[in-house]
T-cell receptor, first 112, second 110 residues
Framework: EADIYQTPRYLVIGTGKKITLECSQTMGHDKMYWYQQDPGMELHLIHYSYGVNSTEKGDLSSESTVSRIRTEHFPLTLESARPSHTSQYLC???????????FGPGTRLLVL | DQQVKQNSPSLSVQEGRISILNCDYTNSMFDYFLWYKKYPAEGPTFLISISSIKDKNEDGRFTVFLNKSAKHLSLHIVPSQPGDSAVYFCAAINNYQLIWGAGTKLIIKP
């Protein structure tokens, strides 16, 4: 059973606000990921991390930023939310680069 | 250009029958494939995987078949149950990242 948590589960916020989506895992996994998914579409990787102090951008350009100060924690921040950021954000982790990724429940973000 | 394709957006199957979900890929360098299941408002859940050195992997009601020459894999669910109704994603590992298909919505009819 994977133990990966995301908060909040749902967020409705106005344009221009700064938001941070939280992701934590208790499995000690080195690799963590953030995906963005719109309804009926594939998941797009927006950020990933190989370990503490390591962050990389994924294949989908995103205005968000991430940090990895602790192994278990990988928060995603939007400095100024816009309606185009409305989407579902999914966090995942894996033990190694080629290992199965385990997902959190996701955060559904609506920017008005 | 989509490297992993799930050409059926949805599939409807009678309860108790076999569900067959298909996935095609374009990159012959892909050597590890995974299937995930996703309910609305939840994260994907890992189902089953297959390495390119195999052509079949089975886990309970779920079997994945890989045809490397056709660059095609399929997920078989037998027998289909109402709880199997969800979106199923096929994914391939490439350069230590997952490349995802767009998903197929499976509906199990009672």
């Amino acid at each position: 059973e994977a133990d990966i948590y995301q908060t909040p589960r749902y967020l409705v916020i106005g344009t221009g606000k700064k938001i941070t989506l939280e992701c934590s895992q208790t499995m000690g996994h080195d690799k963590m990921y953030w995906y963005q998914q719109d309804p009926g579409m594939e998941l797009h990787l927006i950020h990933y991390s190989y370990g503490v102090n390591s962050t990389e951008k994924g294949d989908l350009s995103s205005e968000s930023t991430v940090s990895r100060i602790r192994t278990e924690h990988f928060p995603l921040t939007l400095e100024s939310a816009r309606p185009s950021h409305t989407s579902q954000y999914l966090c995942a982790s894996s033990e190694g680069a080629r290992e199965t990724q385990y997902f959190g429940p996701g955060t559904r973000l609506l920017v008005l | 250009d989509q490297q992993v394709k799930q050409n059926s957006p949805s599939l409807s199957v009678q309860e108790g029958r076999i569900s067959i979900l298909n996935c095609d890929y374009t990159n012959s360098m892909f050597d590890y494939f995974l299937w995930y299941k996703k309910y609305p408002a939840e994260g994907p859940t890992f189902l089953i995987s297959i390495s390119s050195i195999k052509d079949k992997n089975e886990d309970g009601r779920f079997t994945v078949f890989l045809n490397k020459s056709a660059k095609h894999l399929s997920l078989h669910i037998v027998p289909s149950q109402p709880g199997d109704s969800a979106v199923y994603f096929c994914a391939a590992i490439n350069n230590y990242q997952l490349i995802w298909g767009a998903g197929t919505k499976l509906i199990i009819k009672p």
